[in-house]
């Protein structure tokens, strides 16, 4: 049972931006949160406070001073939210700039072997993976996910790795499917047989979801998208362990040799993290009332999944007295009616009527959700399943249970 009672998504949600209107359509319910999670309200502000300033790090003056103290207390921040004790956070251009850049130097770095990665995958570490595996003379090898769950276990990559394996990458959490993947399941069968391989996982669909445990996966790299947890567009957010900080990467002669950042970052973007932790603080002391900082982290993990939980449920097996997709004749549910892994999200298709028309239909009728291809983004889900599109519905703790009704109520017309 949710910990978010009708009152505190009421406080919930009046942290967040354009919460129930966007600013050109009008009124409308979010269920896009996959393609950008709502922005908060304190982000929107510490962006514009940034913006003003003329300093830069690294200067001996006030300004600059305070520039270094809000990047050192976001990056102490992100330990707490994503329980690092080790390795080292920096920024970059997007998560998907990030993931290239951690490949491309685990690859050049590890010599001839296997760089093992699923089907399941977002192109973004897929596309570097055969990229840089093909120049350092290594072989790129994608393990099948399961369609019929649209996730992978850890199973599946203790069959098919090898001895030989330098580089993997797991995917947290499939942008198409909404399954999430058991990170340390995946790495433990991965150092089994292969103890040296640099492990990446991508954390970018996750990340909004709640409960990141990093000293708990034994990996090497980790990203994520900060605007589709919470934040904004314009930076990403990578964690990399001690080992591969390590590893010869570029940099700037003479400069620091751990330094993995490239030029001048945004101070802005550091600090919108800690707006990010200072509200997910705030949630896990609403739900559980620790006075430990991690401890609120984790609950409030917890209370965004449960709350996630009962919305996806209300989508498919109904709310009140409607109906939901897995009532509907019409509907196909990619992953399955009754799936333990997924988070947030709910993909489908409605026979005899065309995605998009059904995506049209319901932003016509106030609800945006988003249209999936089979494109390079998502044919690897959708080519298996014989189907050229689907419309992913993409939900967040700040949705609720009405929103899903009106959701429901343009649903049952459509799929009539």
Known sequence: MSKITAELLSEIR???????????QGPRVFFENAGGALTLESVVATSMKYAAIPDNQG???????ELVRVIQKAKEDMRVLMNASSGQFFVGESGTELLFRLIMNACLGTGAGIVLGSTLEHPATRSACARWSKIAGQEHVLIPHDDATGTI??????????????????????????MGVDVAAVAQAIRAVAPEAIIIADGIQHAAHGRIDIDAYDIDGYVISPYKMFSRHGYGLAWISDRLTAFPHDALIGGPSDNWEMGTRDTGAYATLSDVVSYLDWLGREVSGSSDAR?????????????????TEAMIKGT????????????TIIGGTDNPAR?????????????ADVVAK????????????????SGNIL????????????????????????FLTIMREIAA
């Open 14 to 24: 009046s942290r967040f931006a354009q919460v129930e209107d966007c600013p050109v």
């Open 59 to 65: 200067r001996d003056n006030p300004g600059s001073h």
């Open 153 to 178: 276990a850890a199973d599946a990559y203790a069959k098919a790795v090898t001895p030989d394996v330098k580089v993997a990458t797991i995917l947290h959490t499939s942008p198409v499917t909404g």
């Open 295 to 311: 401890d609120r982290i984790v609950a409030a993990g917890e209370a965004i999944h449960d709350q996630e939980r009962t919305l």
């Open 320 to 331: 009140g007295n409607l109906a939901g997709l897995g009532d509907m004749p019409k509907v």
């Open 343 to 355: 988070e947030g999200l709910v993909s489908f298709w409605v026979e005899g009527v065309p995605s």
């Open 362 to 377: 319901l932003n016509a009728n106030g609800v945006r959700t988003h249209l999936r291809k089979a494109d390079h983004y």
């Open 383 to 406: 080519e298996p399943l014989k189907r050229d599109s689907c419309i992913r519905v993409s939900m967040c703790h700040y949705n609720s249970t009405q929103e899903v009704a009106q």
